[in-house]
């Protein structure tokens, strides 16, 4: 079931690029939190949407807001990706896909590709932006203008 505008983040956990477990209550209900899904590492669109929250990841820290991406990759290749383009936000491992599925994420392309979504949330974990687009960039400039209305 897909979550809508005014839901409340469901709670969440995967490990994060440092090999740690963590935990959606450390962050969700306490500051503003932009989750983004998206379907893999290391591809054209995946990369350059990463690399536009890390250009402007200043700018989310200076609303109080913290940005998660979670794809299915693996541990390694997430490290591998935060390491190569210096990725300082969290990645999450959602290898078995139930963080996918809690947010109600479709597919894109008839199925076959994980979908690319992001959720803005504001400091009580209500749900105030879901964009689903399968351009990276934009994502960023939506996360941002909703970020300074809150």
Do not use: W
């Not at 983004?36 to 350059?48: A, G, H, I, S």
């Not at 969290?90 to 008839?110: C, E, H, Q, T, W």
């Amino acid at each position: 079931m897909a979550l809508h505008l005014g839901d409340k983040v469901p709670h969440f956990s995967g490990i994060d690029t440092n090999g740690n477990l963590f935990e959606s209550n450390e962050v969700i209900g306490k500051k503003p939190v932009v989750i983004y899904f998206y379907p893999k590492d290391n591809t054209r669109v995946c990369t350059e949407q990463a690399c536009s929250f890390r250009d402007q990841y200043e700018d989310f820290k200076a609303l109080g807001a913290e940005v998660i991406g979670i794809s299915g990759d693996t541990l390694k290749s997430h490290v591998a990706f935060a390491n190569e383009f210096n990725l300082p936000f969290i990645l999450l491992s959602d290898f078995d896909k139930k963080i996918r599925m809690a947010f109600g994420v479709p597919n894109d392309y008839f199925g076959l590709i994980p979908g690319r979504a992001t959720y803005v949330a504001d400091k009580n974990g209500i749900i105030q932006l879901i964009f689903d687009s399968t351009s990276g960039k934009i994502h960023i400039d939506k996360a941002l203008e909703i970020l300074k209305t809150m």
